[in-house]
């Protein structure tokens, strides 16, 4: 021992440098694989959102891009022309080349095959072209490469039952089949590739080119055509990927919350442990970095373990993916740096939500910390003072910005305002519940009274929990409110409500692309009514309105009626489709609770589209004073001209649709039996996307808000009754019963389930209000089974737990909770 | 040569209004280097908050409290703290042993708090402990040990590195009295090496052990004694305890 002295440092350093460091940690690691099993929730909860983040983040970079991908390849503009004059169009192509430099021409013919419905494109591609890549890749055989040969996707193979080495008569030609092929980036792209000296013979043709849009928007073609031009800003993967990866950070942040809560758990169960260091010479800091090591490592673990799961499960859903996606999609092209950023948040996040409670606990009188009894906390009236202002500016932003997120601005606010609500919600609440359940319970049975003043004087610890569990429960809660109201709202879910059904005469349009209207004799159209009255009637209570378009006057040269269309400008004489122009009716704009009667008159065109707006395919003409009308659904009609108008302007119309609502949602069965009926009939039927996937969001995250909040009271429950264990040692010494002291376990948790379900329910409520405060009838059909197993399900399974638990006398209640 | 140990007119008040407790009235205590001092007095009469005062665990109300000639309530948190791993060994009654830590680690757990390399350290917790016959127990957790074991490892570790003021609040509270005794041999053998020593005890036959006897009584100190004739002294005679 005598080298001691002259071993020990002789700096002025009061905290002991590296070497203490290093003992503290090593004692942090020692104490958390003997009590992993008290964080194993927190790990859990840190392990998933970071295989989300991984997961998702993968999912994004791989599957944003594939639109742009399947239309242009990898290039950043595309232009296409359509109905190309052959000479003409060698003269385009040529000056493209120099305007552009390297260039991939893309070539498309329709042919018509005997006896089947769709015809077969003949596309003339060069397998070799700069931006060809992620458009066309070889599945077996070779690529054509003379005239007379094709490849055939799979599709077309079966359709026209051939194969490598066979013939197929196509377009007058014979061709030998050498390959097979397909668009890796959209599997349904169906067609027969040919040579690309092809190209100039085809119907339509698109040149790919690397460049901006405003490079791609001057290129006048020397033929005169007018190419729609359209490009992307290339970097959609990485974009997605970084969307995922702001969504992930919150789900940290609010995972931190809960992790925290843990925390404090963790803190309190080592203070004795604490008190030790401190009377063996430990200061405040070595103190605290006892627990905050240990959110770190619990942090670190998960971020591995989480990256892991994510990227197994990313792997394992990858061949199921590309079959539901229509894509092909290799597993290794993660982004790797984001999931890399996603491992650091995760540890962020943990050392963060150990750092409060870290320094609580190295706060504590030594003398209090050795007792294993910490003082009684002094109530601090400022976080709650800070709650209120939150709440405020939270609800004020997501009313503000509503639910349709337009831009990333918009979406960084409805991220700015729901942090702001829910740590608001999270400073507030518990304190001013807990007191008020107090009060409420005066009058209660012994045990309940008990309980409920126990948790008033330990709030802090159940304010904590009480705070985690109202998030767990309140996040459960909102995204049922959500999934629900999503169901009759349009830009959540997208095209209908789960009661809709909308048959089309023609094909289901696409912005930029609207196909013209099919021109059908009375007695057709008088066939197709049939079927959608059949198709009515496998449906309950079904009403059914015609839908009408406008058509132009006087305009020709496309094969069917000439409907009405609303256009944008896109740059200076380039437009483009946004919507056709229907005729309002009363029951149509009652979607958009719009009177029709009461419209000024006037007013010609109602639309939901926004900006300059032009009239065509006639000479175009700005639209002048359009009433605006509030998104609805996308599929349902959003472009309207007044009877009046189009009375005054001698415009004709045509059936076009017809939309059936129904009272009750429709069934995936009754969906697929309109979808049979409709193609018997040769029309189409569009059907509510998503809806099964909406109903087990609903139920997923009820269960998992249930049992975040069951383990948050596993752990907290356990540590204000070993706090107050003095209490039922004299309630047993003054003859309480089993019963009682059952009751007073129960009691505890499931009061603080009650409450932690109000607050969540009360926050989640108020946050979804703020988003469709314009629109409020949305929340109207209340999802009953899923709120009412988290409001009273809950509870009552906390309650049930508590009191089957405490039959067994806990070991803590005897002795200091020391280990 | 300064005192190791001044307290000077003590008093310590918990709570305050109607739950307003006096653990300690005006209490002076002076112990040198090589001084054993017992502490006894019955319960709640502020024995254990005089060592925790006077270990720096908790602050005065009033007084003044000297370690080594320094006013404790001049110094910082981080200062006393180091002060604790530098120069105070505590033995408690319920040994308080790092549950996470081997009997060596506990030992050494000051001086590598205190910055001195880990092999260093931990070489001298394996001499403290050999010191005291526990050399075959370094490598067992406390919850592998005796009670004897267990407080014996906490006394190495009160008295690793050097330490100048030793106290022990009931150290042998939670013994049988034969380990009780042992404990005692080694906190007197501590004292004889040059370290300044207060022990709290309720037995007066171990207080015996001590240069001094205080008898405290509602926070007041009532008595002081000299034991004539000690354990230690009828050891020396040869008489057998």
Known sequence: ?819 | MTPMLEMHQVSKIHGSGPIEVHALKNVNLTVDRGELVAVMGPSGSGKSTLLTIAGSLEDATEGEVLIDGAAVSAMSRDQRARMRRRSIGYVFQDFNLVAGLTATENVSLPLELDGVATGTARAAGLEALRTLGLADRATAFPDDLSGGEQQRVAVARAIVGHRRLLLADEPSGALDSANGETVMRLLRDACKRGMAGVVVTHDSQLAAWADRVLFLRDGRMVDQTTPPRGPESLLDEGVDL
């Open chain 1, 1 to 819: 021992m005598a080298t001691l002295l002259s071993a020990r440092p002789t700096g002025t350093a009061d905290n002991g440098g590296a070497p203490a460091r290093r003992a503290i940690v090593r004692w942090a690691l020692r104490l958390l694989r003997r009590e992993w099993r008290s964080q194993i929730l927190v790990l859990a909860l840190l392990t998933l959102a970071v295989a989300a983040a991984t997961g998702g983040a993968s999912a994004a970079f791989n599957l944003a891009p594939a639109e742009g991908n399947a239309e242009r390849g990898s290039a950043d503009q595309s232009l296409h022309f359509e109905n190309a004059d052959p000479a003409g169009m060698a003269v385009d192509i040529a000056a493209a080349e120099q305007w552009f430099g390297t260039i991939d021409v893309i070539g498309r013919r329709y042919v018509p095959i005997p006896g089947m419905f769709e015809p077969v494109e003949l596309r003339s591609q060069d397998p070799g072209g700069a931006f060809s890549a992620p458009m066309l890749a070889l599945v077996d055989g070779r690529y054509p490469t003379a005239d007379g040969e094709t490849a055939v996707t799979d599709a077309v193979a079966e359709s026209l039952n051939v194969g490598v080495g066979s013939t197929v008569d196509l377009d007058d030609t014979t061709w030998a089949v050498v390959g097979l092929v397909e668009n890796p980036s959209d599997l349904s792209d169906e067609f027969a590739l040919v040579d690309p000296s092809q190209a100039v013979r085809s119907d339509s043709v698109t040149i790919l080119a690397a460049g901006s849009a405003d490079q791609a928007q001057s290129f006048r073609a020397p033929s005169g055509a007018s190419p729609t031009a359209s490009g992307g800003p290339g970097d959609e993967g990485a974009m997605a990927a970084v969307g995922v990866l702001v969504a992930a950070s919150m789900l940290l942040a609010l995972v931190s919350l809960v992790a925290a809560a843990g925390f404090v758990v963790v803190a309190q169960r080592r203070l004795r442990q604490l008190g030790m260091l401190a009377a063996a010479g430990a200061t405040e800091r070595h103190l605290r970095l006892v627990t905050v090591a240990n959110g770190a490592v619990v942090g670190l673990i998960a971020a591995v373990a989480g990256a892991a799961v994510g990227l197994v499960a990313w792997i394992a859903v990858v061949p199921g993916l590309e079959t539901a996606v229509g894509q092909r999609i290799e597993p290794s092209n993660v982004p790797w740096w984001l999931i890399a950023v996603a491992m650091v948040l995760a540890v962020v996040a943990a050392t963060a939500a150990a750092w409060w409670p870290a320094r609580s606990a190295a706060r504590v009188p030594i003398v209090a910390a050795l007792s294993g009894r910490p003082p009684r906390p002094r109530p601090n009236g400022r976080p709650s003072a800070w709650g209120l202002p939150l709440v405020v500016v939270g609800i004020a932003i997501l009313v503000i910005v509503g639910n349709a997120a337009d831009s990333f601005i918009d979406l960084v606010l409805i991220m700015a305002g729901t942090v702001s609500f829910i740590l608001g919600i999270l400073l507030l609440a518990p304190s001013t519940t807990i007191r008020a359940a107090t009060r409420l319970a005066e009058r209660a049975s012994v045990p309940v009274r008990l309980a409920l003043r126990d948790l008033y004087r330990y709030r802090s610890r159940s304010g904590a929990a009480l705070a985690a569990i109202s998030l767990a429960l309140g996040i459960a809660v909102a995204i049922v409110l959500a999934s629900s109201a999503a169901l009759y709202t349009s830009n959540a879910e997208g095209n209908l409500s789960e009661t809709q059904l909308l048959v089309r005469i023609g094909e289901i349009p696409s912005t930029g692309d609207i196909s013209p209207i099919p021109d059908r004799t009375q007695a057709e159209l008088d066939q197709i009514e049939g079927a959608v009255n059949e198709i009515a009637a496998t449906v309950d209570e079904a009403t059914v309105t015609p839908i009408d378009v406008a058509l132009a006057p006087d305009f020709e040269g496309i094969d069917g009626l000439p409907a009405m269309v609303l256009t944008e400008e896109v740059s200076p004489g380039l437009r483009r489709i946004l919507s056709l122009l229907y005729v309002a009716t009363p029951e149509l704009l009652d979607h958009y609770e719009v009177d029709l009667d009461t419209i000024d008159p006037s007013t010609e065109i109602l639309t939901v589209e926004t900006g300059p707006l032009w009239l065509e395919p006639i000479e175009p003409e700005l639209v002048q004073n359009p009433v605006q009308l509030s998104p609805g659904y996308t599929s349902i009609p959003g472009s309207f001209i007044t009877p009046a108008g189009l009375r005054d302007r001698g415009w004709e119309t045509a059936q076009a649709a017809w939309l059936i609502e129904t009272t009750a949602p429709i069934s995936d069965d009754q969906s697929a039996e309109a979808v049979r009926l409709a193609a018997n009939a040769g029309i189409t039927v569009e059907t509510r996307d998503s809806q099964g996937d909406l109903h087990a969001l609903r139920t997923g995250a009820t269960a998992a808000g249930m049992v975040v909040a069951l383990g948050i009271l596993a752990m907290t429950v356990g540590l204000i009754r070993t706090e107050t264990s003095g209490d039922v040692r004299i309630l047993t010494a003054t003859g309480a019963t089993r019963r009682i002291r059952r009751s007073l376990t129960a009691a505890t948790s499931g009061a603080l389930a009650l409450l932690g379900a109000v607050i969540g329910m009360a926050g989640a409520f108020l946050a979804i209000i703020a988003v469709h405060v314009r629109d409020l009838s949305a929340l109207i059909p209340v999802p009953v089974l899923h709120l009412v197993l988290i409001g009273v399900g809950v509870p009552m399974a906390a309650a049930a737990a508590g009191w089957l638990l405490a039959g067994r006398e806990p070991s803590t209640i005897a002795r200091h909770p020391i280990d």
